[in-house]
């Protein structure tokens, strides 16, 4: 089993930044590559960043790219999502995920708000 623990949301004006931590614990090794996923309410839960732990290689869709960056520190067993130029459009609970191979996210963490005004 591997446990997540999401910090690091809140209230921010448009333009701000924020960064989300995601600190994994248990049987982390067996894990593939870590996600950041958001959902707005009435909304499908997306995938907003993901990166994987051996290599480092990214990924981002073309709503965030440019403005988010995910990060990990493999010591501390930690993934950082970095957030700028944030828009209204980016409020939602964000979601850090672990995934046991490529696209099988089967960890989850409880989830942070993250919510931007106008």
């Known amino acids: 089993q591997v446990q997540l623990v999401e910090s690091g949301g809140g209230l921010v004006q448009a333009g701000g930044s924020l960064r989300l931590s995601c600190a994994a614990s248990g049987r982390t090794f067996n894990t593939y590559a870590m996600g950041w996923f958001r959902q707005a309410p009435g909304k499908e839960r997306k995938r907003v960043a993901q990166i994987t732990w051996s290599t480092g290689s990214t990924y981002y869709p073309d709503s965030v790219k440019g403005r988010f960056t995910i990060s990990r520190d493999n010591a501390k067993n930690t993934v950082y999502l970095q957030m700028n130029s944030l828009k209204p459009e980016d409020t939602a609970v964000y979601y850090c995920?672990?995934?046991?191979?490529?696209?099988?996210?089967?960890?989850w963490g409880q989830g942070t708000q993250v919510t931007v005004s106008s």
């Open positions: 995920a672990a995934a046991s191979t490529i696209n099988a996210y089967i960890y």
